[in-house]
């Protein structure tokens, strides 16, 4: 598959594989050991306009916005299939192009067929109303149509994954789409379009352009052709992305992120809440958007807690994701393991104190990869930067708490809201803690879990709109209601009129 894309066209348009109109390229870089793993297809700004072009006269005159929903169903089945018979090699170039372990990206591949099957079976159900209106000669119906045009606009650190959540949805509504990943992961989406065009989905439906956001941005938000833009990403992206859209009242959904407390009661069993926060803040080295960054623990605990913690961070085998030793890989890119050093400088700067990590890893044979070791600051303060920006690296605050009120107030103090943990033996101290607590997913002693079927998003600055579930995919619906009077008659309103 990963020979399929080398030197072949990897945009996708109108049901064309082209290179891009201006000849651009770039280098796609694995973070491993900082060679090249392909070179791909740079779209320009007109490849851009092509491409929603393409989605737009799909939509408005093609087949696929009125195919029957068993049809829909079919394709979506069969999508599931060819990646399924393709998990391994996806699997594999994922971890190339991520750094993430093959572990990770083979969890990655399995949920991304869970979540074509997932949206394959909800449009199964159907979503329409009929409404009593009290008078026998109306018939009253709510229905769910595609909402139109998409933009669907993924980041890096779950590229095929939430990629997949906007395109699994937007197909089983009926929307047409151009997919834009981000420009440093182009690799699994443009092997998951390969599959897309294989089962038969109509040309114009998908579209596939890959290149910055900077480059092709405006093309596929700042225009009255795209109906709805799907976004994934950081803040500051999310918020040129609305007001691009706030000029053509156009819809969007956004993600942006979060910094997620984990917070630890006393009571809450010791190993297994230590391995948790562990595994909440480090996995894919806190590339998560709902990494469990900021642990908030009581200070009875709080020595011995983030001792514990330390130790088991100071063993975490970093290295690369394809060897099969390493439990965490690299940072995506130099230049992101250069945003996540800065912000340790700052956390230092600011008075937290350094428990370990705060440096690359000493090893030689990891010296060309850009990896950074588990690190933890303990004695942090709410007002503190490093606690409450988003670092999306394996950087792990410690807050400490003496009153449940206290807990929740600072679990709550984030201007994001994506996910939050809670560790307790008590039960209605655990129920009050996740309704008090003001973020889209709450685990209650279990933390980074989540299913298809359960919505996705957050409070605050977190976003806007849910991705899976129900909501998942109503984001890519428009709702209609039909008035049909089977008996008309003179209404008489203007009865002097006549
Ligand atoms: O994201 P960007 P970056 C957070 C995380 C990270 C920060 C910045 O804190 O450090 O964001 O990461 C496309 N119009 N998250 O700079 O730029 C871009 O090409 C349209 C959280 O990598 O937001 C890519 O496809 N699109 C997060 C996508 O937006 C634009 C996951 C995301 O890139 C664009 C990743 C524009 N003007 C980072 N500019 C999460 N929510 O999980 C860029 N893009």
Redesign the pocket.
């Known amino acids: 598959m990963l020979d399929e894309l080398c030197g072949a066209p990897n945009l996708y348009i109108d049901g064309k594989w082209v290179h891009a109109a201006g000849g651009g390229t770039r280098d796609i870089v694995n973070p491993a050991d900082g060679t090249v793993i392909v070179t791909v297809d740079e779209a320009d700004r007109a490849d851009a306009v092509t491409a929603v072009a393409a989605a737009r006269a799909a939509f408005d005159t093609g087949g696929w916005p009125r195919t029957s929903v068993a049809e829909r169903i079919a394709v979506l089945e069969r999508i599931a299939e060819l990646l399924g018979a393709t998990r391994d090699e996806l699997a594999r170039i994922e971890t190339l192009d991520t750094g993430k372990t093959l572990r990770e990206s083979h969890i990655d591949i399995d949920d991304v067929i869970a979540v074509f099957r997932y949206y394959a079976r909800l449009a199964a159900t159907g979503a329409d109303r009929l409404i009593d209106t009290g008078n026998p000669a109306i018939i009253s119906r709510v229905v769910r149509e595609p909402a139109g045009v998409c933009a669907l606009?993924?980041?890096?650190?779950y590229p095929l994954l939430q990629m997949s959540w906007k395109i699994a949805p937007a197909l089983a509504a009926g929307c047409t789409m151009v997919a834009?990943?981000?420009?440093?992961t182009p690799l699994s989406t443009i092997a998951l379009v390969r599959l897309i065009d294989r089962a038969g989905v109509p040309a114009g439906v998908v579209n596939l352009i890959q290149s910055?956001?900077?480059t092709v941005?405006s093309a596929?938000?700042d225009t009255p052709d795209v109906d709805l833009i799907s976004?994934?990403?950081?803040v500051a992206?999310g918020e040129?992305?609305a007001r691009n859209a706030a000029a053509h009242i156009t819809r969007v959904a956004l993600?942006?992120?979060g910094k997620n407390p984990h917070i630890v009661f006393p009571d809450a069993d010791f190993d297994s809440a230590v391995d948790a926060v562990l595994t909440g803040a480090f996995l894919h080295s806190g590339q998560v958007?709902s990494a469990g960054t900021r642990l908030i623990v009581h200070e009875s605990i709080a020595e011995s807690f983030v001792a514990e913690l330390a130790r088991r961070a100071e063993r975490i085998r970093v290295g690369p994701g394809m060897d099969p030793a390493s439990e965490t890989g690299p940072l995506v890119s130099e230049q992101?393991r250069a945003?996540v050093e800065a912000y340790v400088a700052l956390g230092i700067s600011e008075g937290a104190k350094l428990v370990t990590g705060g440096a690359r890893p000493s090893d030689a044979a990891l010296a060309a990869g850009s990896y950074y070791l588990p690190t933890i600051f303990d004695e942090c303060q709410r007002w503190m930067r490093i606690v409450q920006e988003?670092t999306?690296g394996p950087i792990l605050t410690v807050e400490r708490f003496t009153t449940e009120a206290e807990a929740i107030a600072l679990g709550n103090d984030t201007a994001y809201g994506l996910a939050a943990g809670v560790r307790t033996a008590d039960p209605a101290r655990g129920e009050r803690l996740v309704r008090a607590l003001r973020h889209g997913t709450v685990w209650l002693n279990d933390f980074g879990y989540y299913t298809p079927a359960a919505e996705w998003g957050g409070f605050g600055r977190s976003g806007i709109g849910r991705e899976l579930g129900p909501s998942g995919l109503a984001e890519y619906q428009e709702t209609k209601h039909i008035w049909h009077n089977t008996a008309p008659a003179v209404g008489g309103w203007f009865a002097g009129n006549n």
């Open positions: 606009i993924a980041p890096w650190n834009k990943p981000s420009e440093v910055s956001g900077a941005g596929l938000t976004f994934t990403g950081g992206t040129s992305i993600e942006l992120g958007c992101h945003n988003e999306f």
